[in-house]
């Protein structure tokens, strides 16, 4: 069965460094998403991705943080300088890009900032 | 504000003794509402999907309903393999395609 696969599945970084979170979405699906959760917290959207451009960002994702899909089958996530309070889980979602259809996520990234 | 409210936030059930998890949401055009499964250190695992009022889906000791403000999650005689946290979410309408959780209901089944 097609799946979401992200990689690394724990990142530990000091304060200040960039790190890049790596994603594969399900071949041939279209819209691209990455969310976090905050230990304990509800599961928040960050950004999603279509046709090679963000299509949507929330709050959350200010100039430190940027994506890409460099080349056709990875989607990254791209913390420039990293804060304490970027400590979470990272997940990746993709989805076939119809109306009205769900969206399969990764396992996750756990990024720790210390 | 769109917001997704779910309860109880956790629930302790023997095996075999049925019960329902709620999700209650303020929306702007309910485009569909999701319920996810989530395993402790894992990713939102989809179970179900939602449109419409009325609307039922059903798998395995799962089934999912919809009213104009509210889901319901059924689950008849669970078993221990079903504990996990249960994760609610719509997506609005207009243009965003973003999904909005709620904070999930922990269930735990003991045998």
């Known amino acids: 069965e097609p799946e979401v696969t992200q990689t690394p599945s724990h990142q530990v970084t000091q304060m200040g460094q960039e790190v890049i979170l790596r994603c594969v979405p399900i071949?041939?699906?279209?819209?691209f998403y990455w969310y976090r959760q905050i230990l304990g917290q509800k599961v928040e959207f960050l950004v999603s991705?279509?046709?090679?451009?963000?299509?949507?960002k929330s709050e959350i994702f200010d100039d430190q943080f940027s994506v890409e899909r460099p080349d056709g089958s990875n989607f990254t996530l791209k913390i420039r300088s990293t804060k304490l309070e970027d400590s979470a889980m990272y997940f990746c979602?993709?989805?076939?890009?119809?109306?009205?259809?769900?969206?399969?996520f990764g396992q996750g990234t756990r990024l720790t900032v210390v | 504000e769109d917001q997704v409210t779910q309860s109880p936030e956790a629930l302790r059930l023997q095996e075999g003794e049925s019960s329902s998890l709620n999700c209650s949401y303020t929306?702007?055009?309910?485009?569909?509402l999701f319920w996810y499964r989530q395993d402790p250190g894992k990713g939102p695992e989809f179970l179900f999907t939602?449109?419409?009022a009325g609307e039922e889906k059903e798998k395995e000791r799962l089934k999912a309903t919809l009213t104009k403000k509210e889901s319901f999650l059924h689950i008849t005689a669970p078993k221990p393999e079903d504990s996990a946290t249960y994760l609610c979410?719509?997506?609005?309408?207009?243009?965003?395609?973003?999904?909005?959780f709620g904070t999930g209901t922990l269930l735990a089944v003991q045998p």
């Open positions: 071949s041939n699906h279209l819209y």
């Open positions: 991705f279509y046709n090679n451009e963000i299509s949507e």
């Open positions: 939602l449109y419409s």
């Open positions: 929306v702007s055009g309910l485009r569909g």
């Open positions: 979602a993709s989805r076939p890009g119809y109306m009205n259809t769900e969206a399969f």
């Open positions: 979410a719509v997506q609005a309408g207009g243009a965003t395609n973003k999904l909005i």
